[in-house]
Each structure stands twice: as C-alpha cells, then as structure tokens.
C-alpha cells in the first residue's frame, strides 16, 4: 500500500470522526474532544486516533471511557462512509500535546530568566584586564623609518 493511500484514509477517518462527535454522542460522559490526528498501519488494518479533551483530568478520563465505550459504533460508522473493504479498528489514543506544550512553556520562561539574570550579571561586570585586549597594529607615525638606499 502507499503511504499516500495511507494518508489519505487517515484524513478521511479523522474528519468522519471529528464531523460525528461534533454531532455529539449520547454519552453525557462525554467533553469537549478534538481529534488532532490519526494514523493508519501500511496494511490499513487498524487507525490509531489521537484526541485531546478540554478541561480537568476527571472530564479527561470520563471522555476517554465515553469514547472506548462507542468504538464500534464509531467504527462501523467510518466504515460505511469511507466504502473500503476492510474497516480498519479504531484505537483512541490521548495526544499528550498539551502538557507537552505546557512542560515546553515551563522551560522557555526558565530560559527567559536565566537570559536575564546573566543579562544583569553582565551589566555588572568589568573587564579583567585591559578594556580591549587585541593587540593593534604598530603605528609609524612618530617613528622614522630608514630606508637602505643600496
């Protein structure tokens, strides 16, 4: 199979998917979910649906019991509106993107204050030794220079 075929599949389930939860399922367990990928095996077998849920970790886990609970009726609803064969499984995976996204802001804005702490070390410092330590060329100015006129 291409991976172009591939890409193609997981497009086409994330919006089926996405378009059927818009709708909204018959499950109060249910949040606010937003697929943010899904992936397909080289054999098209099986999808791997990443998904976020706004909200605390409770509406979290209940969301993600929601979804595990619809599976199939998800599934055998792509299956219908994608017209293949074989319906790949549908596996719901959480996408770990935004405490990612939190961990990398935490590390930017420690970077940031050690940016400035070393900024106000700096503003503070004198130089060790002379202002401009690069030696300059000799200036022959003052000098007269002989010339061997042989």
Known sequence: MSQERQARMADRIRVLIAERLEKGLRDPRLGFV???DVRVTGDLQH????????GTDEERASSAEAL???TGMLRSEVGRKLGVRLTPSLEFIPDALPESAGHIADLLRE???RDAAVAGIAAKAAYAG????YVKP??????EVE????
Request: glycine letters at 0%; charged letters at 40%.
């Open 34 to 36: 937003t697929i943010t």
């Open 147 to 150: 010339v061997d006129d042989r």
């Open 111 to 113: 970077a940031q204050e």
């Open 47 to 54: 999808a791997s649906v990443f998904y976020t849920v706004y």
């Open 130 to 133: 002379d202002a401009d330590p």
């Open 138 to 143: 000799r200036e022959f100015e003052d000098e």
């Open 68 to 70: 595990k609970a619809a």
